[in-house]
C-alpha cells in the first residue's frame, strides 16, 4: 500500500512472538550502538529502507518489544501508520487524528509522552499496554511521531528509555525528510519530463485526426464512432497532461505572479463565466459577492483557477434543478470563499481523500468526466497563498468547499 507521499508502508516481520522470546529485549546502548543507529538510518535515501531502518533502531534502542512510525498525511489531515516493527497483522495504513490518544497528543507535543498504565486511549493499545511515543521534527516541520511499545508485564518506560528516545528522534526525523525531499524531486523531475515529452506525440495524433476528418467526406457511423472516441481519448489525455504540469509547477512556484487581488473582482467574473452555462444546463448559479472589496495578496490567474474548479465541480456533480451559491465575506483577518451546491454530496469517509491525487467517488454518473487532480491543484494553490480550503457535507444533502485566504488589510 502506498500513501500520499508515495511511501509504502511496511510492517518488519509480524510474527507472534513467544514470551520467552520477548523476555530476550535487551537495550543496545552506548556510543557504540548510537554510532550504528545512526549509520543505519542514514543508509539509503530510499524512505522505505530509512524507515524500516527506524523503526528497528528504536527497538533496539529502547529494548521495546513494537515500534512504529506515524507520518503526517497533510491531503487527509491525519497521522498514517507507515512502518512497524513487528506489529500486530492489518495496522499498517490505519489513521489517527491530530491531537487524539498517544501518538496525536505527542504530535503536537514537544518531548516524549509515556504512558505506562492500561490507559483508556484505546485506540492507541493495539501496540501494547506501555507507550512512548516522541514527535518527529525537521527543519522546524513536523513529519509525525516515532512510537515505542510494551506489553503489560514488560518494564516500564523510564528516564533513560525517554533519554535514547530524544536523542533519537530528531535523528530519525532529519534521515525520513532527506529521503522524502530525495523522493519528491525525483518524482517532480519526472512527471515533468515525461509530461513535457507526451505533448508532442499527442499533438501529432490529434492534427492527424483532424485531417483524417477533413478529407473523409461522408464517414460511416462506424468511422464516426472511432472518430468521436478517438478525439475523446485525445482530449483526456491532454486535459491529463496539462494539470499535471499546472501541479508541478504550482508546487515548485513556477511562475507564480503575487501582488494585490480583489477576490470580489474575481468571484464576479467567475460568475460571467458560468451563469450561461449554469442556465443552459438546467442549473441555477447564485452569487452573493459584497460590493466592497476582499483583497489578499496572492497569484490572481492562480486564484480564478481556485475558484473555477470549485465552481466547476459544484456546478458538474449537481444534477440538473439544482442550485449552485458561491458566497464571499471577510471575517476575523481572513477572506472566507465559500461554493454549496445541493448536488448528491461526499460520504463522510471519503471527505479527508477528495483533496487527494487522482482520487474519485466511484459512483460517479459516466458522463461527468475527470482525472481526479481538480481539488489536489486547488489545495496547493491554497496553501502556497498561506490558506486553507475544506468540505463539509452531507450526503443526499450537497456539499460546500470552503476557502480561506490571509486578508490585505488595506
Ligand atoms: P475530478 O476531476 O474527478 O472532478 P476533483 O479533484 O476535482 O477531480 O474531485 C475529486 C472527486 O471529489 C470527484 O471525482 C468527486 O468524486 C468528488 N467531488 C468533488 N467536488 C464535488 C462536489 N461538489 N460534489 C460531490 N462530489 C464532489
Known amino acids: 500500500m502506498r500513501n500520499s507521499l508515495g511511501l509504502k508502508e511496511r510492517n518488519l516481520s509480524q510474527r507472534a512472538l513467544s514470551p520467552r522470546k520477548l523476555k530476550s529485549y535487551r537495550r543496545v546502548s552506548g556510543p557504540e550502538a548510537w554510532h550504528r543507529a545512526a549509520l543505519a538510518i542514514n543508509a539509503s535515501l530510499n524512505p522505505e529502507d530509512a524507515l524500516a531502518a527506524i523503526v528497528r533502531q528504536a527497538c533496539a ?90 506489553g503489560p508485564k514488560e518494564r516500564r518506560f523510564n528516564s533513560s528509555d525517554i533519554a535514547e528516545l530524544e536523542w533519537f528522534a530528531p535523528l530519525a526525523a532529519q534521515a525520513i525528510a532527506n529521503a522524502q525531499d530525495f523522493y519528491h524531486s525525483v518524482r517532480a523531475d519526472m512527471i515533468l519530463t515525461t509530461s513535457h515529452e507526451l505533448r508532442n506525440p499527442i499533438n501529432l495524433a490529434s492534427g492527424a485526426l483532424e485531417l483524417l476528418e477533413k478529407y473523409l467526406e461522408a464517414p460511416t457511423a462506424l468511422q464516426r464512432e472511432s472518430l468521436d472516441l478517438a478525439k475523446l481519448g485525445i482530449e483526456r489525455a491532454s486535459a491529463l497532461i496539462g494539470d499535471l504540469l499546472d501541479l508541478e509547477c504550482i508546487e515548485r512556484r513556477v511562475g507564480m505572479r503575487l501582488g494585490r487581488c480583489d477576490c470580489a473582482v474575481l468571484l464576479n467574473s467567475i460568475g ?46 449537481t444534477p440538473p434543478g439544482g442550485c449552485v451559491t458561491v458566497d464571499a465575506r471577510a471575517e476575523a483577518g481572513q477572506v472566507i470563499l465559500k461554493v454549496s451546491d445541493t448536488g448528491p454530496g461526499i460520504p463522510l469517509d471519503a471527505q479527508s481523500y477528495v483533496f487527494e491525487r487522482f482520487y474519485r467517488l466511484s ?30 457535507s452531507q450526503p443526499g444533502q450537497g456539499s460546500t468547499f470552503t476557502v480561506s485566504l490571509p486578508a490585505l488589510d488595506k
Open 363 to 392: 459512483d460517479q454518473p459516466d458522463e461527468v468526466k475527470g482525472a481526479g487532480l481538480g481539488l489536489t491543484i486547488v489545495k496547493s494553490i491554497v496553501e502556497q497563498h498561506g490558506g486553507r480550503v475544506w468540505v463539509t
Open 272 to 317: 460571467l463565466e458560468f451563469r450561461l452555462w449554469a442556465q443552459d444546463h438546467g442549473r441555477a448559479l447564485q452569487m452573493h459577492v459584497p460590493d466592497r472589496p476582499l483583497r489578499v495578496w496572492g497569484d490572481e490567474r492562480l486564484l480564478q483557477q481556485v475558484m473555477s474548479n470549485l465552481v466547476d465541480n459544484a456546478l458538474k456533480y
Open 61 to 150: 534502542l529502547t529494548a521495546s518489544r513494537r515500534s512504529a512510525v506515524y507520518l503526517l498525511n497533510g491531503e487527509a489531515d491525519a497521522l498514517q501508520l507507515m512502518a512497524g516493527h513487528r506489529l500486530p497483522d492489518g495496522l499498517l495504513g490505519s489513521r489517527l487524528s491530530v491531537g487524539q490518544g498517544v501518538v496525536g497528543k505527542a504530535f503536537r507535543g514537544r518531548s516524549v509522552l509515556v504512558t505506562n498504565a492500561a490507559d483508556p486511549l484505546k485506540q492507541d493499545q493495539c501496540l501494547g499496554h506501555r507507550l512512548a511515543a516522541v514527535p518527529l521534527v525537521a527543519r522546524r516541520k513536523r513529519l509525525g511521531v516515532l512510537q515505542v511499545a510494551r
